[in-house]
């Protein structure tokens, strides 16, 4: 089969890989019918995930339909058509009893390696390094799928790929993001990032009622698309948006700031940016919290920073004062799909929302390493890729 396949940094290629088998009965092989490119990959592609290997698979946003199916996955048949969340859940340990997906204690074949780094590992993750298990990844003809009974959503009949794909990962994100932030009816929230996963968290937020929506990014098309969405937007090259924010809300400051930007900020310039590029390109640290720091310092007394944008590992210069003194509450983590997985599967069957909006480049597998850069460096207006294999 064909696949993208990681050969180190910035240099992902389409390769020729043995067919995957089933391993374990709880596991389905999935003939992949469209995947997605996402920013998370992006970390990968730009070095900023460590235990990658060349010759990887990479890919997490994907669907298809069951080509094989092992005997102890009896809820799924083959040709069943299934989205598949990029958390692996095994479904039945005390974290997924709990619908806390993201922290199973039983998907990650790197456990011991991922405790070692973090104090406990959390679940394993498709095409996501062998600190998360080592799996091959979706943005392949094939893919296995272990724990396959309890890591998958059925396509109901009539949905097309592109309106159910983002179910693997983008909009459980953003709506997780929102539901930590704890927006409601009258929310005022601050949003840095209008890529794939601000642009859901925005649509979220909006589901959940929120009054008053900012969103901060410095490219064009994405802010363009957050106005037409109903968000006011800052562009952080025009105003700063502590400044900003400050004066639209009369010194309020907004009750919820979500950062769906995290480990690799760019900062438009300025002075901590500069700092974290040295210490980031010096090993010294892994990642370029500038987003971060600018949520808490933007963020309501006694507000919620929430956080989706993904970090590793060691942060610098982390503004713990004043997260202190203003008695935030920090919500985070992986997203734990399957648990939201179905009330957004509604939403979108009963036409709240139509997820398709976002894509603007699609492709074939082959198309992969050329798309990869135009999504990376933000070209031709690109937003959102899907390849069909
Ligand atoms: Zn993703
Ligand atoms: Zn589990």
């Excluded at 720091?293 to 060691?314: D, F, H, L, N, T």
């Excluded at 398709?356 to 699609?362: A, D, G, K, N, V």
Aim: proline share 5%; glycine share 10%.
């Amino acid at each position: 089969m064909r696949a993208v396949t990681y050969h180190g940094t910035g240099d992902f290629r389409v390769d020729t890989h043995p067919d995957p088998g089933i391993e374990h009965p709880r596991d389905a092989i999935l003939r992949v019918t469209s995947t997605a490119i996402c920013g998370s990959d992006l970390h990968m592609y730009d070095g900023f995930i460590p235990a990658m290997k060349t010759g990887d698979i990479i890919g997490h946003e994907f669907m298809g339909t069951v080509e094989a199916v092992g005997a102890g996955a009896t809820n799924l048949k083959v040709g069943d058509r299934v989205v598949i969340p990029f958390t692996i859940a095994c479904g039945s340990c005390h974290w997924c009893r709990q619908k806390s997906f993201s922290l199973c204690d039983e998907s990650n074949r790197d456990a011991e390696t991922l405790a070692k780094l973090n104090g406990q590992a959390s679940a394993g993750l498709f095409g996501y390094s062998h600190l998360y298990g080592g799996y091959a990844g979706g943005q392949a003809e094939f893919v296995r799928v272990p724990f396959a009974d309890t890591t998958h959503l059925k396509v109901p009949d009539g949905m097309t790929d592109e309106q159910v794909l983002f179910l693997t990962d983008i909009f459980p994100t953003g709506w997780q993001a929102a539901v930590n932030a704890e927006v409601g009816p009258g929310s005022t929230v601050a949003i840095w990032g209008a890529g794939p996963v601000g642009q859901f968290v925005l649509k979220s937020c909006l589901l959940l009622g929120a009054e008053d929506i900012y969103v901060i990014d410095d490219v064009p098309e994405r802010l363009a698309l957050a106005r037409a969405q109903g968000a006011k937007t800052i562009d952080p090259s025009e105003a700063k948006p502590y400044d900003a924010l400050m004066d639209i809300t009369d010194g309020m400051m907004p009750d919820a700031v979500i950062d769906a930007v995290g480990l690799e900020s760019h900062g438009s310039g300025v002075l901590d940016t500069i700092y974290d590029r040295v210490k980031t390109a010096t090993f010294q640290e892994t990642g370029r919290p500038h987003v971060l720091r600018e949520a808490i310092m933007c963020a309501r007394k006694g507000g919620v920073v929430s956080i989706p944008g993904v970090y590793a590992a060691i942060v610098d210069k982390f503004p713990i004062g004043a997260a202190f003194a203003k008695a935030l509450t920090f919500r985070m983590g992986q997203t734990d799909v399957m648990k939201h997985a179905p009330t957004l599967l509604e939403h979108i069957q009963e036409g709240r929302i139509d997820p398709t909006f976002l894509i603007t480049h699609r492709g074939g597998l082959e198309d992969a390493p050329a798309l990869y850069k135009t999504f990376r460096d933000k070209k031709d207006d690109c937003i959102k890729v899907v390849l069909t294999p």
